[in-house]
């Protein structure tokens, strides 16, 4: 495995109590493998991502317990000052809003060339001919005269190309995107998606991708993490989540998804909304939600069954569920 997360743990302490945002979170990513990361806002997805990356605010954060296994070495027993070699050069992030994360006074083409000059010792010529290398690998229209514009004048989907090339300029061996497309218009979504998934092809890297779009994830994703109030409830390869959920609110996000193989079946979005995470119901933490809920949900936290050597399910009834 190149990076395995075991057990992750993070609080917030809030005016309302302590906030267990990732609650024993566990999950892997292989190098050439995508594994795509779902569930509701609010459900840990970020922080989970913010802490494997080393950029999670603490405080208000705080990780209590877990490891972050990368290459070998557990991330979170590194100095601040190790932890940042790794990050850039062996693991990268692109998020959703590039406008704020890109420098709004520094020229694109110099934003990627300090890339090379500060961490490979470039020279400033080198290091600007391999910014217009990496702009028209991600395929900016002429990248060498747009390498002197400012990231407000290109396009949304234009900027995130360039956090794209900024994420691939050290060749890092795991990509996280978190909501790399939401900000874009669809027609957009899917050229971006499609490089990214292109690239990670090319390079082999491994990807973590953050999405609330059930509809990307069956293109480009190898496995699938289902997280539900800072908890994985179904973990599993691709196909199998799209040909039987192993866990009632997997169901439910697809059954909210428009898809063409179901054409004329009815779309339903999931009935309520997932808990404050200061006050997570009792039992299993989707019950107050669950179309299959009994009485052993409202008492007995499920734990994550094995449901195949390849996945597992968070709920007591993944049997019925897998055969409804
Ligand atoms: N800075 C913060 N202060 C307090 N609580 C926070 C903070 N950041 C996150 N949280 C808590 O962590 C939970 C998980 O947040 P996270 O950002 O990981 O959700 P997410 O799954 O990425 O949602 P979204 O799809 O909206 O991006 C939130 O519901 C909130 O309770
Ligand atoms: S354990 Fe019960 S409440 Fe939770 S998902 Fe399964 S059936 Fe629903
Ligand atoms: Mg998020």
Redesign the pocket.
């Known amino acids: 495995m190149l990076l395995e997360v075991r057990d992750l743990r993070?609080e917030?302490?809030?005016r309302d109590g302590v906030?267990k945002?990732?609650d024993g979170v566990s999950y892997g990513v292989d190098a050439g493998e995508t594994l795509a990361v779902l569930?509701?806002?609010?459900?840990?997805?970020?922080?989970?991502?913010?802490a494997v990356m080393g950029i999670l605010?603490v405080p208000?954060?705080r990780i209590t317990g877990g490891e972050v296994v990368f290459r070998g070495r557990d991330l979170l027993k590194l100095k601040e000052d190790e932890r940042r070699k790794v990050r850039g050069a062996e693991m990268a992030m692109i998020f959703?809003d590039a406008l704020s994360s890109l420098n709004p006074v520094l020229s694109v083409g110099d934003q990627l060339a300090e890339m090379f000059t500060v961490h490979r010792g470039m020279s400033r010529r080198d290091a600007r001919a391999r910014a217009v290398e990496l702009m028209d690998r991600v395929r900016i229209p002429a990248a060498r005269e747009r390498a002197g514009q400012y990231p407000h004048q290109f396009s949304g989907g234009m900027r995130q190309r360039i956090m794209i090339a900024m994420a691939l300029a050290l060749e890092p061996a795991l990509i996280i995107a978190?909501?790399p497309t939401t900000a874009l218009d669809v027609t957009v979504q899917a050229q971006v998606m499609e490089l990214l998934a292109e690239l990670r092809r090319e390079l082999g890297m491994g990807l973590i991708l953050?999405t609330?779009d059930l509809g990307v994830v069956a293109d480009v994703a190898d496995r699938i993490a289902v997280?539900y109030a800072?908890r994985i409830v179904e973990s599993a390869p691709v196909h199998d989540v799209y040909k039987a959920p192993a866990h009632p609110y997997t169901r439910g996000l697809l059954d909210s998804v428009p898809r063409l193989d179901l054409k004329g079946r009815e779309l339903r979005a999931i009935k309520g909304l997932?808990p404050?995470?200061?006050r997570v119901p009792p039992g299993c933490a989707f019950h107050p939600r669950c179309p299959l809920a009994r009485d052993v949900c409202r008492t007995d936290e499920p734990p994550l069954y094995e449901v195949s050597a390849t996945r597992g399910s968070a709920c007591h009834f993944w049997r019925e569920c897998l055969d409804d």
């Open positions: 993070v917030f302490h809030t906030a945002a990732v569930g509701e806002s609010g459900s840990g997805k970020s922080v989970t991502a913010q605010d208000p954060g959703q978190d909501e953050i609330h997280m800072g997932p404050n995470l200061t």
